[in-house]
């Protein structure tokens, strides 16, 4: 019955402790690393490999380890070692910016409308409810066909399509939370509504929004590679979706050609997943000891 | 008599990150045919997993029996194939468990789910069985069973669940029934009335009963002997009347003093803290006295919900949360609200700082009139009214350090800065009694005792006059809420503040209190002075109300074998229901009952 | 009566639904760079001055937005999609042609993949950290990590370029002229088969994960221990009581899924060449066919709401709670 027994305990905040859990795992950490990895190539690697990727430097068709093309040339004889690597750089970009995107407007639309309830949800979940029901791939052909196929129209495409399950979430979380005692003792000591939503609910809503905007990116990557082999890509950059797609019709002659970008799309939705998984793991409350 | 089910040597072991931990020690004892065995303990004791274990339904991979043996019956049913134990389950020992709201399955029938457990053990066909459950239901006072039978457990209320569940366990007259908190989750008449079925179901079909509470007070009424259990132990053993008349280990006896009895306070007209052993014994409490200068006046207040449907989200029906309720709390005095869940007696606290916008009323606070206030100028009333909420686990804001969550009202209205925003803090925190290192500590790592300081901590950061508790202790365990009633109580004492204690345990409200007013399906019934209600209820529910309270006596035990109190009506109305006001006679001084209409 | 009422209901906000869709196709068409004039005449491959006229005053472009807003929905509501230039045919005959073969696609491609995701799900769930448990979480990463159109082409290069058991492209055989039904079926079938696998590859690997969260969750609650407690063995509590109530949420995300499925669908045709809306997408980029890719939005929409509908069905005969809800 003692009360206050000093427990030599250090004092870590939630935020340490995730960090801590979501370090401790080895399939995280090895997500992030490769992760890592793939940008660094993208942004970096262009510098050390400097092979233009649409200039045609060989042989259409030569295959990975010939005549010094470690992965070999597509049809028109372009080297696609060095397609991988620039694309990398665009797959990234996109696919974090689009998921940004779409947290953005998810976020706020499900924050407003679960807190506020009433008319204010009802209008707005109406609108989530009407972009969980179009085909996201064709709405997002459709603006690219007709507004023109930039990596910003591509990633605001992306973005404005992909936001309806984190509006979801958040509305949730925001209805969980808002009724809890200690947001109505927040209010009770004064906070403003603006205070309540930002400072005081959405923190404590944003484990499943994390890990949901984690995995957007992941969706977001293989959603562009999607709209790149329909040949909906910008035309002024490599991207990894769009030489598989170039070179489909070649697949019997040269596999290689669309087997490496693939990969490439693969692992890094792969790692982005595995970050994706640690982080739910850590930010889960039912895994993490009181 | 002979032993029905023995534990012997009983060691429970739980795998958790930290490594294996006892959560069970060398425990034994044994339940006779027939007997009332109480189970008692406080919160982690081990006494739910014991119950559990004798049922070989011990969450795998969690939790593990890892010596010792159960007896049942002369036969070792440790040792027994899980085939052989389920032909026991559900036939000789069956479990009824906490939470009716959650124990019976939300997809089928509650016809189906009687019927299911007598077709397994009595190799019924389905419409024999159908009929047997129909007749259970019956049995346990379901009001006409034959229509119910076909009802899902959504449609029926917690008390009704708990019926089915009774019925459950008793459909193939078991020789021994094991209760886990069964009627912890459930109102207090309601309580009664389970408590009284299962003392009269036991006495028509001779059951053993295995009764697992952390309530004091259900334990004097039910038990023929006790168990007291803390941390994994057994403390004591004994009948009933020598645990309560004469406990031998100092936990029973602290347990003991720290459970109000209610009745105890006949004799004192004004509130006083609670005599707990080893804090201070040689002091004497002091009667808190108070004063007759009115703080807070409550007249005509009235808040209703709007019920919104149809396509186009009109109000349709209205929830008459609170009807027409006046009352005055003074200075330096405790008034406590009490009632039932769905009485609307949060929805008042909630109403006074609008947390909840009151429909119409008049609510002064030393002059000042809340209600017509304009938000800018209501944020500045709501430093003088401060809440303290129940669930301990949800009222401080997981994310951000203790020192924040008691500073934020300090913040929000910018009266201090910098040093002094850090001495106020650590002399709140000396106030609540935690130790200032606690400041840079967060809500996970504290118990719920400590959470419910840190709670009061910031309800006392604005200096308020008023301090709403709304079911402040109740998810306490007794050791620890009598120590957060006491503190509540001194503060009131040194800072002449008042509280509103808004509260469903009558006990605690006799021992707090200065005035009590009961409330029911949003009326206040009743409200007095405190002596007076207790000792001359007038109302009908108030009466019903007290009849119901178990006292943690076992020489005044409930005589009632066939309690049924009236189920509570809805609050809900449509738009053109006028309920008209509540009007009350005084049949003592300041001792006021409803006379008009309250729907009981 | 009630079902009648909220069937009537969800009736209603489908087509509600439909109408927005038709709304925002015409605000992309105002907001595009260009009008529609200079889409078509892009199409037929340039066109003068004159003729941009004669087409501007054919749809409508010199009156008042709202009145065109007005004429182009009035339009789409007697099923006036308008005229493919590139296929020469009125958009919606063309539509009509393909619908039927993305609909076999997507509902097959939805009920083998909840079918065996639940069946899959529900056995891993049994053994949380077995091999079966293990198989789920590899898989259901790569479903998610893998592009479908990728997965779409490597089966198609080891099942049908090098081991040839299955067509690489279309839907029928047009050597097959006279059979019986039966013969047809299974050509229909043979060809199904590999773009059908490659679409629910993705959500057997969604579905299964989920299935076993949630009769994990379901095997630690309450009512399951209440009827342990009643004597039931571990096998009728799986059957009986856990499953139907881990099924739920499983529904209610195949409900969600439909987009998603829909969009992969467009993919997969792509990849095999499956003679549905996807190919018909895809070849009105390719041709700036417009109106073809707006027909095209509505109906696939269209598609997504009535399985949504029917989502909604299921989930209210299995749970009474909802009924009760509305």
Redesign the interface.
Known sequence: MSNFEEVEEKTYGPVREMLSTFFKSYSAVTGLIILILISIMGFVGPLFYPTDPFEMVWMPFSPPGNDGYLLGTDYLGRDILSQIINGARVSIAIGFSAALVSAIIGVGIGSFAGFYGGWVEEILMRITEFFQVLPTLLFAMVIVALFGSSVLSITLAIGAVSWASVARITRSEFLRIKELDFVLASRASGSSNLTLIFLVILPNAAAPIIVQSALLVGAAITFEAGLAFLGLSDPNVVSWGQVIGSNRMYILDATYTVTFPGIAIFITVLAISLVGDGLNDALNPKLRSR | MEDLLEIKNLNIQAR???GVLNVVNDLSFSIKKGETLGVVGESGCGKSVTALSV?N?L?EGVLSVSSGDIIFDDVTITQLP??KL??????EI??I?Q?PM???????TVGDQVS??IK??KGLNKDKSWVKAVELLDAVKIANPEKRAFD?P??LSGGQRQRV?IA?ALACQPKILIADEPTTALDVTIQAEILALINMLKEETGTAVMFITHDMAVVAQMADRVVVMYPGKKVEEGTVHEIFSNPQHD?TK?LLAAVPKLGEMASKKYPEPMKLV?EGSSKKPQPIVGTEKPLLKVNNLVTHYPVKGG?F?RTVARVHAVEDVSFTIMKGKTLSLVGESGCGKSTVG?SL?R?VEPTSGKVDLDGQDILSLAPKDM?EA??NI??V???PF??????R?LFD?VA??LR??GTLRGKDLEERIEVLFDRV???R?FM???P??L?G??RQRI?IA?AL??NPKLIIADEAVSALDV?VQA?VLNLMMELQVDLGLSFLFISHDMAVVERVSHDVGVMYLGRLVEIGPRPSIFRNPQHPYTQDLLKAVPIADPNQRKSERDLNFKPLPSPIHDLSHDPGPSEYKEVEKNHFVLTTDCGY | MTLLFSFIKRLLSMLLVLLVVVILNFLMLHLAPGDIADTIAQTMGGADEQDMAQLRKEYGLDQPFFIQLFQYVLRVATLDFGHSHFYNVPVFDLIMERFPATLLLVFSAQIVSLFVGILLGVYAAQNPNGLSSLFVNMFSLFGYAAPVFWTGILLLIAFSLHIQIFPSAGMRDITIENGSFFVHFFDVMRHLFLPMITLASIFFAYYSRLCRASMLEVLGADYVRTARAKGLSKKEVLLKHALKNSLSPVITFAGLSFSAVVSGAILVETVYSWPGLGTLAFNSIISRDTPVLLGILIFSTLMVTVGNLLTDLTLRTLDPRIKNAE
């Open positions: 958790t990150r930290a049922m339904l969450p899980e085939n389920e032909n026991i389950r559900g036939n069956s479990m468990f939470e959650t124990s019976l399955n939300p997809l089928f299911e457990v397994r053990h899902y959504f449609q569940m459950v936990y602290a080893g396509v989200r909630r700082i947390l944020r709501r430093s401060q809440m909420f129940q669930d949800s009222s401080l804001n997981p994310q350090p969550q934020e009202p929000n209205y009694k935690l130790p290192s840079r500590r967060y996970h790592q118990s005792g400590q709670a910031r950061a604005l050791s120590q």
